[in-house]
């Protein structure tokens, strides 16, 4: 029989009570799981159908590296907010908003005839990005019985976690198939299911109050913060005039100078509107934790290693070694496994030792694996150059990103876990955005370097002890700065995680009397970061 969807008991506290066993609790999870399953593969794919898009659109290296980066762009400046506009005006109706905007770029993206159109649409997706990632897990956080919650969020983890191992593999079938416009032209189906169910089936949550899909949905009740818009433009538009400044420099234009200086400049305005406004979306104070902000540090580095690593690591599988789309997806398989199979064991080694030390060997085990990664040229053999590169580099995954998620949640009060992790979030993916557009003008990769495999391995092996080198600056600050919870800390913790690109498993713990299961003290906290 089945449980009901809400019991007025089950409000006293204000919360909605929605049971997992229950109609609507199904109706929930397969919306929230095929919502942020289409910004998980996305953000998997495009890596690999990169050269076959560069073939296809007459596109320059440059051209690849706004492919990724204007989708990156916009969803790391905006995430924030996206979060923000949920709790204002409705959880559901921004998820849905963030959907139907999605799948909309993505047909542009399909369509697109030139490059140019296609960088647009990209920026275009970031943004539905920005306001269905937050979104999907705030609505399980929102409607769902304390009860069943942790039990709701793995189950979304666990099926995200899935579609992030996929989707490399996904993506390459679709490029050596139907095309590398079915990378994208695949979010529209899901979208068109995604959509429908949401409206039909999912309770309306905003500002800490619930109410059933069926009262119509609205703004609800409850105090909400102010909307930090100024901040969030400004430090959108450091980001992305630092990136054009990075990609551009090859061309040695006047606007580049330009570029990075008003980078810098609004980069320096962000700081001082963050610190005088009263409700900032990234809280100056929050960095009072030194733990805090040492494990921001090391999580800048790491994401911007693995960001380089895996932008080269498609193009250098296809260019050089001479893999097909699918082969070069299947082979980064083995990464991902590794820490499907084998990440919960870290977070439970990572809560009996401390941090410090998974901190600190997770980016040295990656570090070796991208110096391994200089084995793969012409002809490189999967079994003998490729893969020992890629498990080394998986079990430094497994030691390292369930760690530093725990630890970022667990370096703040319970109330900000949400708040931590949305910058955190922001932090990962700002640094794969940099490194992206960093990582060519370093290595001196010229602007068709990747239709010569000579041309294009020999900038692959200076970018590769590049980006262990930044491993071993995470591995140094993780070392020197980080610390063990004291013991009995009121704080969440999450113990597990499936991907890079999927949000940490069980990511709603603590300890004490907020730690009990279903305790009315216990708070939600937010997603890991993604690459």
Not at 68 to 84: E, F, R, T
Not at 132 to 142: D, E, K, V
Not at 263 to 290: H, Q, T
Not at 378 to 393: F, G, K, Q, R
Request: charged share 10%; with cysteine.
């Amino acid at each position: 029989m089945a449980v009901p969807a809400r019991d007025a008991s089950d409000l006293s506290d204000g919360r909605p009570a929605v049971r997992i066993a229950s109609p609507t609790g199904k109706w929930i999870l397969l919306t929230t799981v095929l919502g942020s399953s289409m910004a998980l593969l996305d953000s998997t794919v495009v890596n690999v159908a990169l050269p076959t898009i560069g073939r296809d659109l007459d596109a320059s290296l440059a051209a690849l590296q706004w492919t990724v980066n204007g989708y990156m762009l916009s969803l790391a400046g905006l995430i924030l907010l996206g979060g923000s506009l949920g709790d204002r005006f409705g959880r559901r109706k921004i998820f849905v908003i963030g959907v139907v905007w999605f799948a909309a770029a993505s047909l542009l993206c399909g369509l697109a005839p030139n490059v140019g159109v296609l960088i647009a649409a990209r920026v275009l997706q970031g943004v539905g990005g920005a306001l269905l990632t937050p979104g999907s897990l705030a609505i399980i956080q929102a409607s769902f019985h304390p009860d069943d919650r942790a039990r709701a969020i793995g189950l979304w983890s666990g099926f995200g976690g899935v579609g992030a191992a996929v989707g490399p593999f996904l993506g390459g079938w679709l490029v050596d198939g139907p095309g590398w416009r079915w990378v994208f032209l695949l979010n529209i189906p899901v979208a068109l299911v995604c959509a429908p169910v949401a409206l039909l089936h999912v309770p309306e949550s905003a500002g800490g109050t619930s109410r059933p899909a069926e009262a119509g949905g609205g703004e609800g009740g409850g105090s909400h913060r102010g909307f930090d818009v100024l901040g969030a433009v400004l430090g959108a538009l450091s980001l992305a005039l630092v990136t054009y400044a990075l990609i551009e420099a090859p061309g040695g234009s006047p606007l580049v100078w330009v570029a990075a200086v008003a980078g810098v400049a609004a980069g320096v305005a962000f700081v001082y509107v963050e610190r005088r406004r009263p409700d900032p979306m990234m809280p100056p104070d929050i960095f009072a934790s030194r733990q805090f902000t040492a494990v921001n540090l090391v999580t800048l580095c790491v994401y911007a290693a693995f960001g380089g690593f895996f932008f080269l690591t498609a193009l250098q599988l296809q260019v050089v070694a001479g893999y097909s789309a699918l082969q070069a997806g299947t082979a980064l398989l083995p990464t991902t496994a590794l820490m499907l199979l084998f990440s919960a064991r870290s977070g439970e080694l990572s809560q009996r030792i401390g941090p410090r030390i998974p901190l600190t060997v997770g980016p040295l085990l990656c570090a070796a694996g991208m110096l391994l990664m200089l084995r793969v040229g012409e002809d490189a053999s999967y079994v003998t150059d490729v893969l020992p590169a890629l498990l080394v580099m998986g079990l430094g995954m497994v030691t390292l990103v369930a760690p530093l998620t725990a630890t970022v949640l667990a370096s703040v009060d319970t109330g900000r876990a949400g708040l931590a992790s949305g910058i955190n979030n922001a932090a990962a993916r700002a640094a794969g955005l940099v490194a992206v557009a960093a990582l060519p003008l370093l290595t001196g990769m010229g602007p068709e370097a990747y239709r010569s495999a000579e041309a294009f391995d020999a900038a692959f092996r200076r970018a590769m002890p590049l980006c262990a080198g930044v491993l071993l600056v995470g591995a140094v600050l993780a070392f020197t700065m980080v610390r063990r919870p004291p013991p009995g800390c009121l704080r969440p913790e999450c113990h597990t995680h499936g991907s890079l690109t999927a949000p940490p498993l069980e990511p709603e713990r603590s300890r004490g009397v907020l730690g009990a299961p279903g305790s009315p003290g216990a708070k939600p906290s937010g997603a890991g970061p993604a690459s």
